[in-house]
C-alpha cells in the first residue's frame, strides 16, 4: 500500500506564496504519476498539476505560471509551490498518487487566501 501525507496548508494574503509537500510511504516503487487536485466550497474537485515518475508535468490552464509541481525521489515527497494566490485559490489541496494498485488519496490541506 502507498500512503500520502501533506503538510503546508494555512492562511495566506492575496499575493502571497505557500508550498504544500506530499509525501509517500509504504509501496512507493508502485506510484506510476502524482498529482495535486483541490476542492473549493460548493465545487467538484479539480486537477491542479500531475508529474510522472519521468518528471512529465500538466498543469491547469488556470494555474500555469502561479503553480509548480516538483518532486524529490531521494524524499518520496512531491510539492506545488503556489505563488501569487488568490482569494479564488481558497480549498482544500489533496495529493494524489496513481499506483499500480489503485488511486491513493491524501486526507487534503486547507488552504485559505484571504486579506
Known amino acids: 500500500q502507498v500512503q500520502l501525507v501533506e503538510s503546508g496548508g494555512g492562511l495566506v494574503q492575496p499575493g502571497g506564496s505557500l508550498r504544500l509537500s506530499c509525501a509517500a510511504s509504504?509501496?512507493?516503487?508502485?506510484?506510476?504519476?502524482m498529482a495535486w487536485y483541490r476542492q473549493a466550497p460548493g465545487k467538484q474537485r479539480e486537477l491542479v498539476a500531475s508529474?510522472?515518475?519521468?518528471?512529465?508535468?500538466k498543469n491547469a490552464d488556470s494555474e500555469k505560471g502561479r503553480f509548480t509541481i516538483s518532486r524529490d525521489n531521494a524524499k518520496n515527497t512531491v510539492y506545488l509551490q503556489m505563488n501569487s494566490l488568490k482569494p479564488e485559490d481558497t480549498a482544500v489541496y489533496y495529493c494524489?498518487?496513481?499506483?499500480?494498485?489503485?488511486?491513493?488519496w491524501g486526507q487534503g490541506t486547507q488552504v485559505i487566501v484571504s486579506s
Open positions: 494524489f498518487a496513481d499506483t499500480q494498485i489503485g488511486d491513493v
Open positions: 509504504g509501496s512507493v516503487f508502485r506510484i506510476y504519476a
Open positions: 508529474i510522472t515518475s519521468g518528471a512529465s508535468i
